[in-house]
């Protein structure tokens, strides 16, 4: 069974950082893409970033590749979401997912196939 496991959310005040991790188990992780999406209330889940199979190539969402960097390490089954100089507008539950390559277009979420729970992040004072 696949699993995908997020975590490192929580509260953070205007202009402070993050770490979110997640796990990935049940499949050959070098094999799967990896990316992070957020949702916000009443919007459409949006790609942050993303990352090859080896972690050698990255893509980040133009808002957002000043202020987030992905990174994953495949010994681990880990891929690695930090983000700093935080907004009130990243309020959002944040999402991993794995896409295998090749697989429609990164930027969009039906092209994942599998996902986790997501983890709330809410930029707040």
């Known amino acids: 069974q696949v699993q995908l496991a997020e975590s490192g959310g929580g509260l953070v005040q205007p202009g402070g950082s993050l770490r979110l991790s997640c796990v990935a188990s049940?499949?050959?992780?070098?094999?799967?893409?990896m990316g992070w999406f957020r949702q916000a209330p009443g919007k459409e889940r949006e790609l942050v970033a993303w990352?090859?199979?080896?972690?050698?190539?990255?893509e980040y969402a133009d808002s957002m590749k000043d202020r987030f960097t992905l990174s994953r390490d495949n010994t681990k089954n880990t891929v690695e979401l930090g983000g700093f100089n935080l907004r009130p507008e990243d309020t959002a539950v944040y999402y991993c997912?794995?896409?295998?390559?090749?697989?429609?277009?990164?930027?969009?979420?039906?092209?994942?196939?599998?996902w986790g729970q997501g983890t709330q992040v809410t930029v707040s004072s």
């Open positions: 049940g499949l050959i992780f070098e094999d799967w893409g």
């Open positions: 990352t090859n199979v080896m972690g050698t190539v990255t």
């Open positions: 997912a794995a896409r295998k390559p090749g697989n429609g277009d990164l930027w969009n979420a039906n092209a994942y196939s599998w």
